[in-house]
């Protein structure tokens, strides 16, 4: 299963091309095998190209024989979540634990060994998700992502995989399903912010970011499409940039304009499925994104912004884990914008 894509230089931003007016005023973008996980079955089995599967619905409760199943499995799978939390496991425990709305459900979130995937993932496991963490490079951390998740009691796997790349992305979401069974939950998270005037941008910066957020994202949204189950969540990170449109982003605010776009129309060639497809676009959130270009990067974005503070990973996990609840399945085909009031 340890399909390793490494790739080329995925960074090709240099500092000396940032402009740091731009990065003050406005947020930004950017296998080895694990731990084997068993298969939780709880999620029942899912097959490629059959868009509708059948599936643990995150809405359908109603009380049919397949549900009680269902309940059972779920059960079974919050016992861990169980002991993590309360240190009893008592049945009592187990019961509440099943009405997380992760239960018995996994999660593929792209680029999560650090940043907003990383907390997204960790945030999304305390819902009871088990979750397939993903990177690029960083395998430490996406390990240690997963290490954090099993030491409260949930269960994950990593997987190295360039999003990029189409093999690579159909390898991550087989991992997936074979250590978790099915998906019902798709964050594609992974993406890289190079800024620069047109009259400076490389091509190879241009490039490499159309590769990582245009084609990237389009292959997490197609394996997205054929794979997750009926009632599941699918979501794009876009970016508060899209709004702001300032000088030297214009690569970078088209992409991620793009998986807008791709949020809209998925939404609707899944009608019928009970399949949520959203973008999340954050304003700038303090992370390595911002950072690479260095701690002025950051500098007056707290006083710019109303909630007087720098957003943090997981002000955007809770804003996914919305999404992900029986309380977000009524936001469809939308881009729901999260930045503290930057605008
Ligand atoms: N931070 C912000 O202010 C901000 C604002 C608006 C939108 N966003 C968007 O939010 C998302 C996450 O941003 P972040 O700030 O958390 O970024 P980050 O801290 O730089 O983390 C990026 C993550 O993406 C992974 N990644 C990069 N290229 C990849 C590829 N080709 N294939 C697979 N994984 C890849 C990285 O893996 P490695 O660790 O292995 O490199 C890392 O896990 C991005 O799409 C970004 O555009 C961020």
């Not at 997981?314 to 029986?326: L, T």
């Amino acid at each position: 299963m340890a399909a390793i894509h490494p790739r080329g230089n995925r960074h090709p931003t240099s500092a000396s091309l940032v402009n740091f007016n731009l990065l003050r005023e406005m947020p930004a973008s950017g296998v080895g095998s694990c731990t084997r996980m068993t298969k939780t079955g709880g999620c029942g089995s899912t097959s490629r190209g059959n868009q509708f599967k059948e599936a643990s619905s995150m809405t359908d409760k109603s009380d049919t024989p397949d549900n009680s199943r269902r309940t059972f499995l779920a059960l079974t799978a919050a016992a861990p979540a169980a002991l993590a939390l309360g240190g009893t496991a008592s049945a009592q425990t187990a019961t509440q634990e099943s009405a997380l709305p992760g239960s018995g459900r996994a999660a593929i979130v792209t680029g999560s060994s650090r940043g907003i995937g990383a907390a997204t993932a960790k945030r999304l496991a305390r819902d009871g998700y088990a979750v397939t963490v993903n990177c690029l490079t960083h395998i430490d951390l996406a390990a240690q992502v997963v290490a954090e998740i099993e030491a409260e009691g949930g269960r994950a796997i990593w997987l190295q995989a360039d999003v990029a790349d189409p093999e690579a992305v159909r390898a991550l979401f087989a991992a997936n399903e074979e250590a978790f069974g099915g998906v019902d939950v798709v964050v594609g998270n992974a993406g890289i912010m190079n800024v620069s005037p047109f009259a400076e941008m490389s091509d190879a910066a241009f490039d490499r970011m159309i590769a990582t957020n245009v084609k990237g994202g389009f292959n997490t949204f197609r394996e997205a499409a054929r794979t997750v189950r009926k009632g599941g969540r699918i979501i794009t990170l876009s970016s508060g940039i899209v709004r702001q449109t300032p000088p030297a982003a214009a690569a970078y605010a088209g992409t991620k304009a793009d998986l807008q776009i791709y949020a809209r129309v998925l939404a609707k060639e899944l009608a019928g499925s009970n399949i949520t497809v959203n973008a999340v676009a954050p304003g700038a959130v303090d992370t390595q994104l911002l950072r690479q270009h260095g701690e002025d990067a950051l500098r007056g974005i707290p006083e710019a912004t109303p909630l007087r503070r720098l957003g943090q990973p997981e002000d955007i996990a809770e804003v996914i884990a919305m999404i992900c609840s029986n309380s977000g399945g009524w936001v469809n085909g939308e881009t729901i914008y999260a930045n503290g009031g930057l605008n």
